[in-house]
């Protein structure tokens, strides 16, 4: 498929195109992790499944880091695509690309060193310890991979291409899902087999963007020297992609710290929530994906000096992504109960995820106005602005909520109720803002 131009054609066609590829990716990449339970919940057993659904937040509090430095890559080169400098679209690339595989091989060592400390601090039981320590250790092993993949997908998406990293991720799943089966199904490696491999399938998507950044480019590769040599382009990736990092980070570490309350309940509770929270992260992904479709799209058309374009087609993605966020929520609060039984069929499980689902499901379409607003706002090179308000709303309230309310009456019904707390106060902040933004802009 060719690649989206947001400086030209109809806005709507254009979203729906390019978002369309990011979605099914999306989805793709939370089937890593998703096909991981479902594979250990069968053939492992509730305590198994329970300590991955305990390893998933600190996974997502660093992958959501480094999620985010992609996105600083794919503005700084999406801002380069609408000038047409091609040459500084090619040596951009390229330092990026090496950027991310320095980045990546310090990360791997630190945050295998720093797991034990992760998984204190979310309080894991100490029946769940050792599982969800064997699962994360292997997993963050091949950080490397994981970073440099992000990175190499978020240089395709700049250009327009989300055809590509959809592909890839497609492959790289179905190779996930044949040696889950292998490892955990016939060799009964329990959790250490499903880590291995998500690794494994990690390393073989790597394989596959380079090559794909190799075919589209001829030029490209990796240039140790051009890092010294031209270290703005890492200045403004790392200007852009760790505030969006840290957001992404601190949505992670509040639910890392919401999981200290649910870890003192039984293990039917961390597996009916986890599960919940799986289903939670299924219906994000339109909205994440809108999210990251408007940051390509002001970002193009930012680097053209088309501003009129960049308020055009915030607000349109903006009605696409409700619009479909609220069927979406319709359906699954609709058949609540089936989407737990598949993760773990036990009753008691069913229930809390089935009840979970009915109480936060609802207000999910306040995610989507922030996704949006935010991934306008990154596209104009604002992504500060958004990472304060993050810690405000989805940490501070979040958390202010739940040690009150567990002061108070300690019950499991408070775990549902602060998600959409949280989320009220985000988006009215978000919103207030962006108009705040755009407004100062136009002033000025």
Not at 146 to 174: E, H, K, M, Q, V
Request: glycine share 8%.
């Amino acid at each position: 498929m060719k690649a989206v131009d947001f400086t030209n054609g109809k806005i709507t066609r254009n979203l729906i195109i390019f978002c369309l590829p990011l979605i099914a990716g999306e989805l793709l990449q939370n089937l890593y992790h998703c096909v991981d339970q479902l594979v250990v919940g069968n053939f492992v057993g509730d305590t198994a499944l329970a300590a991955v659904n305990s390893a998933i937040p600190i996974m997502e509090f660093l992958i959501g880091f480094f999620n985010g430095l992609g996105i600083g890559v794919s503005v700084v080169v999406s801002q380069a695509f609408g000038t047409r400098n091609y040459t500084r679209i090619q040596s951009e690339t390229n330092i990026a690309f090496t950027f991310s595989l320095i980045l990546g091989a310090v990360s791997s060592i630190l945050v295998y060193l720093l797991i034990p400390s992760l998984l204190r601090l979310t309080g894991v039981s100490a029946v769940l310890y050792h599982d969800a320590n064997i699962y994360l250790k292997i997993c963050f092993g091949g950080l490397v991979f994981t970073i440099t993949y992000n990175i190499g997908a978020g240089l395709l998406r700049a250009s327009g291409d989300t055809t590509t990293p959809f592909l890839i991720l497609l492959a790289s799943c179905i190779f996930n899902l044949l040696l889950d089966f292998i490892t955990v199904g016939i060799l009964q490696l329990q959790v250490a087999g499903a880590g291995l491999a998500t690794i494994f399938s990690q390393f073989f998507s790597v394989i596959l963007v380079y090559l794909a950044l190799r075919k589209k480019n001829p030029g490209f590769g990796i240039s140790f020297p051009k890092l010294f040599h031209n270290p703005s382009v890492v200045r403004n990736i790392i200007k852009i992609g760790i505030p969006s990092g840290l957001q992404n980070s601190l949505i992670s570490v509040s639910n890392m710290f919401v999981w200290r309350y649910i870890n003192t309940f039984p293990s039917s509770a961390a597996a009916g929530i986890g599960a919940a929270q799986r289903v939670q992260q299924f219906l994000s992904l339109p909205s994440k994906g809108f999210g990251l479709t408007l940051t390509t799209l002001v970002s193009q058309n930012y680097g053209a000096g088309n501003t009129t374009q960049c308020r055009e087609g915030t607000k349109k993605c903006m009605v696409l992504s409700i619009s479909t966020i609220l069927i979406l929520s319709s359906l699954i609060c609709l058949f609540a109960s089936p989407c737990i039984a598949v993760f773990n069929s036990d009753h008691s499980i069913v229930k809390i995820g089935a009840n979970m689902i009915r109480t936060v499901i609802p207000f999910y379409f306040l995610q989507t106005i922030r996704d949006v607003y935010i991934g306008a706002l990154r596209g104009y090179g604002n992504a500060k602005a958004p990472m304060w308000i993050a810690l405000l709303g989805m940490i501070g309230v979040r958390q202010l909520y739940l040690f009150i309310a567990m002061q108070l009456d300690y019950n499991l019904r408070h775990i549902y109720i602060c998600y959409p707390i949280a989320w009220i106060v985000t988006a009215t902040l978000i919103t207030s803002y962006y108009f705040y933004f755009i407004k100062k802009r136009e002033i000025s």
